[in-house]
């Protein structure tokens, strides 16, 4: 889910915070 929101948030101004999260999701 959290996946989904990151890979839309690619493609909007928020895309940068979305890919730090799923950076976070990684790490953990």
Known sequence: MG???AI???GT???GV???LLE???AL
Do not use: D, K, W, Y
Request: hydrophobic residues 40%; charged residues 20%.
């Open 3 to 5: 996946f989904r929101v």
């Open 8 to 10: 839309l948030g690619c």
């Open 13 to 15: 101004v928020g895309g």
């Open 18 to 20: 979305a890919r730090i």
């Open 24 to 26: 976070q999701n990684e």
